[in-house]
């Protein structure tokens, strides 16, 4: 078993940090059948938007950690930050619309020096605001105030912790950030986050820490309920089990661990027709950190656009309710088992 | 097909072709096992575990397959699977030393 690597597959000069590399990867594997041949049988192609309730934000790559899995490649390392420009653009887009979820992710968004700002614009115009927050950015001297910054402005914090025991967390994330990551959950439950509060919704996110899918939610929501409250007396109040997307990061662990054709041949032998009526994409819209609009997070990073390609100064609703979301094989991972989008299982 | 040896893990995905032959009797093992696996008053990962514990004691690769990856979708980690087959290492290593008294009965039994 070997240790988180500390560096971005950018850093690393890999050929596989390029997308078109990935998707090659993916497109060349000996599968039993095609995304769209799937879509096809379940009779939802082409895949259309159903309505978009959540505009994600994606405020930029920069990160704290450098988790195994990541399908952002994010790091310390990385440079592609949001700036208050392109921000104004959504809040722009966002007042056109009543879109009523602004999803913010990364990166660590926290990072971003105006998240803060993002935050306060959103919640002004009415919106729910939800932050994916990696916890161990809560403990660095800047943001030691942010359990209170949230819960000032009712951010819901959706932080991710793969496992209640540390040694799988620290085997994904990175040493250390289990105990770190304890005691920023101690800090959210002393501002009242996790006890089933209204505006204080504490939501955990598990990806396996390995080739397999994830068990059954409700049934692990269970086990680590009782389990963080027994062993560190840490409460929340849901947990999304997230399938680990065969691209990135994860993609280049699944070839090193040579897993990655049997794990793709899982994905696609568990394609569930219901999953895939329910996936994330069709019901909201990602902005990158330079503007440019994708599907979702995981095409973002695939670099993938909307198709026609939208910027967010040029923000169509309609538009983008009309279109033809963009598939490839990537896709098995949203829609196998009990299916899996940024809010959990979908099935 | 013919292999060159006993085992192999290709095997493990045609577990169902068992049924092409009586499928009436492989019908009712898979519904069988499939409800003894559903949560129930143990939980469906305590039983992956006892059931990893198990695949250890009667030393069954497919079975040790199966429920390792299945102890871990449930959530469970390598401590604790390492537990559940330390489990199975002491039953079996007590069951033979336990049989010793049988040993200690009969050798005492026969000396003067």
């Known amino acids: ?347 | 097909m013919t292999h060159s040896h006993y085992y192999d893990r290709e095997d493990l995905a045609k577990f169902g072709e068992i049924g092409e032959h009586k499928p009436e009797l492989a019908e009712k093992f898979f519904d069988y096992y499939g409800a003894v696996f559903e949560d129930g008053a143990l939980t469906a990962r305590e039983k992956a575990l006892i059931a990893l514990g198990v695949a250890h004691a009667i030393q069954c690769p497919y079975c040790i397959d199966s429920y390792s990856k299945d102890c871990l979708r449930k959530g469970a980690d390598l401590d604790q699977m390492t537990e559940a087959v330390h489990v199975a290492a002491a039953l079996r290593g007590g069951a033979s030393l336990v049989h010793g008294i049988q040993m200690r009965n009969r050798a005492q039994k026969l000396s003067m």
């Open chain 1, 1 to 347: 078993m070997t240790e988180p690597a500390f560096e971005t597959m950018r850093a690393r000069r890999l050929p596989l940090a390029e997308p078109a590399t990935q998707l090659s990867k993916l497109r060349a594997l000996d599968l039993q059948k095609q995304m769209g041949e799937a879509l096809d049988e379940a009779g939802l192609m082409p895949l259309r938007p159903t309505k978009i309730d959540t505009f994600q934000i994606n405020v930029g790559k920069l990160c704290n950690q450098t988790c195994r899995h990541c399908h952002v490649d994010a790091g310390p390392d990385r440079r592609e930050v949001m700036t208050r420009e392109t921000m104004q653009q959504c809040i722009d887009a966002l007042a056109k619309t009543e879109i009523p979820i602004v999803d913010i992710t990364g990166g660590a968004p926290e990072l971003n020096p105006d998240f803060r700002w993002l935050v306060e614009q959103c919640r002004a115009l009415g919106r729910h605001v939800i932050n994916r927050c990696n916890l161990t950015i809560l403990l660095t001297p800047s943001h030691a105030d942010l359990p209170e910054f949230f819960a000032q402005h009712d951010v819901e914090v959706v932080c991710s912790l793969p496992h209640y025991a540390r040694l799988s967390t620290d085997r994904q994330r990175g040493g250390g950030v289990f105990e770190k990551s304890i005691r920023a959950l101690a800090r959210l439950n002393e501002v009242g986050y996790g006890s089933g509060a209204p505006g204080r919704r504490l939501v955990l996110v598990t990806n396996p820490v390995g080739a397999f899918l994830p068990g059954d939610q409700a049934a692990l929501e269970r086990e680590w309920k009782r389990e963080l409250d027994r062993r560190h007396g840490v409460r929340f109040d849901a947990l999304y089990c997230i399938t680990n997307m065969p691209i990135s990061r994860y993609l280049e662990w699944l070839v090193e661990s040579d897993n990655l054709l049997e794990y793709q041949r899982e994905l696609v032998g568990a394609f569930n027709p219901m999953a895939a009526a329910n996936v994330m994409c069709r019901s909201m819209v990602s902005v990158s950190w330079d503007g440019g609009l994708y599907d979702c997070d995981f095409n973002q990073m695939l670099e993938l656009p909307v198709r026609p390609a939208m910027h967010v100064s040029d923000f169509d609703l309609a538009a983008l309710e009309a279109r033809s979301i963009v598939v490839d094989q990537h896709c098995f991972g949203c829609t196998a088992g009990a299916g899996s989008s940024c809010g959990g299982s979908t099935g």
